[in-house]
């Protein structure tokens, strides 16, 4: 469940703060006109072309599909803003999150014993052929 207590204006407004103190470009995930998640491109560098990509879902809509493909319209967003690699810090027990990433062939780094380091290299202009292997 989440822990943040507030009305939706204060939780908008939260993220707006967010967004602009980490240089993020953030989407609703919607489902019939209703946000079921949130992903960003965030903390973007664009002398270094790098950033980082979080997200949340809620969990009713868990192994449906919908973070593969929010995952990869933001890392097509990357790409047509210049950005040549995307990382993410993950905990090891989130194999959901793990198995995202390991589908667009990251680079692993350990953290600790607890989280995991995922980076991915963009290619220049599309993400087509990346996924070869898990799509016919």
């Known amino acids: 469940?989440?822990?943040f207590r507030g009305t939706s204006v204060s939780f908008h407004q939260g993220t707006l703060d967010w967004i602009?103190?980490?240089n993020s470009k953030s989407f609703s995930i919607i489902l019939?006109?209703?946000s079921i998640g949130l992903i960003s491109l965030s903390h973007i560098d664009s002398?270094?072309?790098t950033a980082q990509i979080g997200y949340w879902l809620s969990s009713k809509h868990w192994r449906l599909g919908f973070m593969s493909i929010a995952f990869n319209e933001v890392l097509q967003e990357a790409i047509r803003t210049g950005i040549k690699?995307?990382?993410s810090t993950i905990h090891n027990d989130n194999i959901a999150s793990i198995k995202l990433w390991q589908k667009y062939?990251?680079?692993e780094k350990n953290i600790d014993k607890q989280k995991t380091k995922?980076?991915?290299k963009l290619p220049n202009k599309?993400?087509?052929g990346m996924l070869a292997s898990s799509h016919p």
């Open 118 to 120: 995922y980076t991915i």
């Open 47 to 49: 002398i270094k072309n």
């Open 20 to 22: 602009i103190k980490n």
């Open 105 to 107: 062939d990251s680079v």
């Open 1 to 3: 469940g989440s822990s």
């Open 126 to 128: 599309s993400l087509q």
């Open 85 to 87: 690699f995307v990382s």
């Open 32 to 34: 019939s006109e209703i």
